[in-house]
């Protein structure tokens, strides 16, 4: 619904040699002309061929009714240490050549302190993504889910049972499960 809290979520679309604009992922503003994502989506594509979409609540409405802006990319930056095999370091930025104007529904997300304490705490996640585990088609309107956080422990040995990561994937310690 379009009650979801979605300030700072945006969705990054490939444009297509047609004009098409496809679907990639989402992201988070961080500030009004970077967008914090996944590298795993954006690897190997040139900034030229990604757009940003902010406040913006159905991805494939063409008349999208919600205040939204729409922007092009001038640089991808992809961490130095991303491993996409160990899913570590999986972040990049993308570099707004306009900067997002900062509204009620476009705003840069809010980040814990570097010594917050996230145990025992419940999250909610925001996103276009699958709908459960296994699926493969991506939901157009903006969805949210209340989230558990798991102990670090547990989360490396269910990683582990996924076979392109194996009993020996061990988790980075900076990841929140």
């Known amino acids: 619904s379009t009650e979801i809290r979605r300030m700072w979520l945006v969705a990054v679309f490939k444009v297509g040699a047609s004009g098409f604009q496809e679907f990639l992922c989402g992201g988070s503003i961080i500030y009004p002309n970077l967008i914090l994502t996944t590298a795993h989506n954006i690897s190997g594509l040139s900034a030229i061929d990604l757009r940003v979409k902010a406040g913006v609540w159905n991805t494939t409405d063409i008349l999208e009714t919600e205040d939204h802006q729409d922007r092009t990319v001038s640089a991808t930056v992809i961490h130095s240490g991303y491993d996409r095999s160990k899913i570590q370091n999986d972040v990049a ?55 558990p956080l798991v102990d670090s422990n547990y989360c490396q040995e269910e990683f582990r049972k996924v076979p392109r990561l194996g009993s020996s994937f061990n988790l980075h310690s900076s990841f929140i499960c």
Not at 97 to 111: G, Q
Not at 126 to 136: E, P
């Open 93 to 147: 930025l993308l570099v707004l050549n306009d900067a997002l104007e900062m509204t009620d529904n476009v705003a840069p997300v809010c980040l814990p302190s570097a010594s917050s304490n996230f145990n025992s705490t419940n999250c909610i996640a925001t996103g276009w993504g699958v709908g459960s585990f296994g699926q493969t088609n991506i939901a157009s309107v903006l969805k949210k889910v209340h989230l």
